[in-house]
């Protein structure tokens, strides 16, 4: 397989958050020559959504998402109010800085205000994720804003997000935008969907469906010590990344490759050494 075009490499902050802000990763970005970010809404926030945009705008880079929207589970209807409201502005921002997609993360069980799982009814999550989408479409939509929805690995269905597979993804796409290709669609993160044996399937058929918004890459490390920051470097760990892009390619996808890394060993790390890292195993290994 041959090396990916370096020109379609992006970064999400998220992978430099503990070492930069957000205009010092445009400006290293700019020194190592990539071309790509997606910024994270706190991180916009520090440096002012206005100073962002223009950082953003001046240095030339096309922003392959941004992260993130959706947490639409909530005990009551002011909760889930709240969520709407938040999503819109979320929308709003997204715009701002010339996004590709709005990044949604679902959200999981309802929870207490103490933030723990206060329900155990993950279907009526579901519901509640369905009718966040529907009420989000109908303001994205007209704004032109993608929606892309990223299915999250199965060990955070109680927590973060209880859509868990691209075919649930799919079917969510089609349930709510039938023949819309535009407005919904979904981000592919290889860590979360890495194992699924319907991969590439559900790769095959969002492409035909025109709803591939997004790729996110890094690796699964054996072992994982932690959840949700020990993500590994491209070529560190056990995803086959030259084949998921392949299944990607023909499926039509022509869209950036967004490293997201979240990982204690790469926040310790020199960033200017975490960006060339990037690069060259994005060449190499992805
Ligand atoms: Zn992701």
Redesign the pocket.
Known sequence: MTSPDPALLSI?TATLRRQWTLPQIVQGLARHGIRGISPWRDQVASAGLAHSARCIREAGLSVSGY?RGGMFPALDAGGRAQARDDNRRAVDEALAIAARCL?LVVGGLPKDAQGRPASRDLAGARAMVRDGLADLIEYAKPAGMPLAI?PLHPMYAADRACVNTLAQALDLCDALAPDDAHSLGV?V?V??VWWDPALEAGIARAGAGGRLFAY?ICDWLVPTTDLLNDRGMMGDGVVDLARIRGWMDAAGYRGQH?V?IFSERWWKTDPDVVLATCKSRHASAS
């Open positions: 999400n992260c990044v990223e981000a993160d860590y979360h996110h967004e997201e």
